[in-house]
């Protein structure tokens, strides 16, 4: 069986980048077939001499050309051992093996492995996948011993240069972060080399939008009709999450069985997704009983209505919808949730009162929610003022 042939080539495709640069490949041939493997050496045509295979005029020429030369000798021990484990070596088997080696070493395919055996949600598993996309993006070899502080710092950096919120940032470099640690615990990556040990992932303090009794009283006289029709099932799903307090992820994983009759009145009875607390709603007292109308409409078919599309494509439909009803604000499915703290507490229902509504463990969390806290001083203040004119 021949042995394959190696020689460096150079500019193959006899195109220059941006820069007045091309790649140096190593050509291997073999029975007439030839295969090529990048060295990601890139020079200037006055820096390689095609006569001598050699980098030359170069400021680092023989350190470029003693890696060169060990790239063409990994590719002849890895035939060696093909040679060893089969008489019949191709093109195809060398290329497969250095896949498999290089996969081995590559930080991304070690993380994509990991978060496809991770016990995660289907949306938790899409958003770790999309941080991944982005590293490939940013830079498309990563190996374990790139992962440093200064590739942290310069991800960042890239995702701020595409315009990229800072909460949705620090929400990437957690992803990122994880990934490091379960690396980490899996001897992949030395813990003294750990590159978040002198970095701090940086939020900001995100207010959240809420709509006015106006505003809603626009949204709910809504009657999409025509091309719009469509937008129906979206705009009842949000109505009645602004009086319910729900998560998208808690509406979506409702059936009809989640309504339950206490006495002559209907409760609503659901597990948090996200927190995984059991809540128990008073819809029938809930915004004058709101919740129901909109429920009755649906009668018989609950469980289709508690299905949307993906939250993505939900929030643009709500965002056509808050135009055709003239509310200038920018409004998400997660808004409805705001909207009922927000509204709840300014009509005078106790914070710990919402708190066991909207299903929240502390009650710091509910006074996060906008204008919140504001809503309960004003409150609270005018009712000490009618007290006193009494």
Request: glycine share 4%; charged share 25%.
């Amino acid at each position: 069986m021949k042995k394959i042939a190696y020689r460096l080539v150079y500019n193959r495709k006899h195109c220059l980048n941006k820069r007045g640069m091309a790649l140096v490949q190593i050509e291997a041939y073999l029975e007439r077939k030839k295969k090529y493997f990048s060295t990601q050496v890139y020079l200037t045509p006055a820096q390689w001499d095609d006569r001598r295979c050699l980098v030359r005029r170069h400021p680092n020429a023989d350190g470029l050309n003693q890696l060169l030369r060990r790239q063409v000798e990994h590719l002849e021990r890895t035939e060696l051992q093909l040679r060893q484990q089969s008489a019949r070596v191709t093109l195809g088997d060398l290329k497969t093996a250095l896949r498999d080696e290089g996969s081995r070493h590559s930080f991304i395919a070690f993380c994509r492995r990991e978060v496809a055996a991770a016990p995660l949600k289907e949306s938790t598993r899409r958003n770790h996948l999309t941080t991944l996309a982005l590293m490939e993006d940013f830079r498309r070899d990563i190996a374990f011993e790139d992962v440093t502080f200064e590739l942290i710092t310069a991800f960042e950096h890239y995702l701020r240069a595409r315009g990229y919120h800072p909460n949705t940032i620090a929400k990437h470099l957690k992803h990122l972060k994880r990934q490091v640690n379960v690396a980490i615990n899996k001897d992949c990556m030395e813990i003294g080399r750990y590159p978040f040990r002198k970095y701090k992932i940086k939020t900001v303090e995100n207010k959240h939008s809420h709509l006015t009794p106006d505003e809603l009283r626009r949204l709910e006289a809504l009657r999409p009709e025509g091309r719009q029709a469509h937008l129906r099932h979206t705009l009842d799903a949000f109505l009645f999450c602004c009086y319910a307090g729900l998560r998208y992820s808690d509406f979506n994983s409702l059936t009809g069985a989640a309504l339950v009759s206490i006495g002559r009145h209907t409760w609503l009875e659901y597990r948090s997704v996200k927190t995984h607390a059991e809540v128990r709603l008073p819809i029938y007292l809930l915004f004058g009983g709101r919740g129901l109308d909109i429920l009755r409409r649906y009668a018989g078919r609950l469980d289709d209505f508690f299905r949307l599309p993906n939250n993505s494509n939900v929030n643009k439909q709500l965002q056509a919808l808050a135009r055709l009803a003239g509310v200038q604000k920018h409004v998400t499915f997660h808004t409805a949730r705001h909207t009922n703290a927000t509204l709840l507490v300014y009509s005078g229902v106790n914070i710990t009162t919402v708190q066991k509504l909207l299903g929240h463990k502390s009650v710091k969390t509910t006074q996060g929610y906008a204008y919140v806290m504001d809503m309960t001083v004003v409150y609270d203040l005018e009712k000490s003022a009618a007290r006193r004119r009494r």
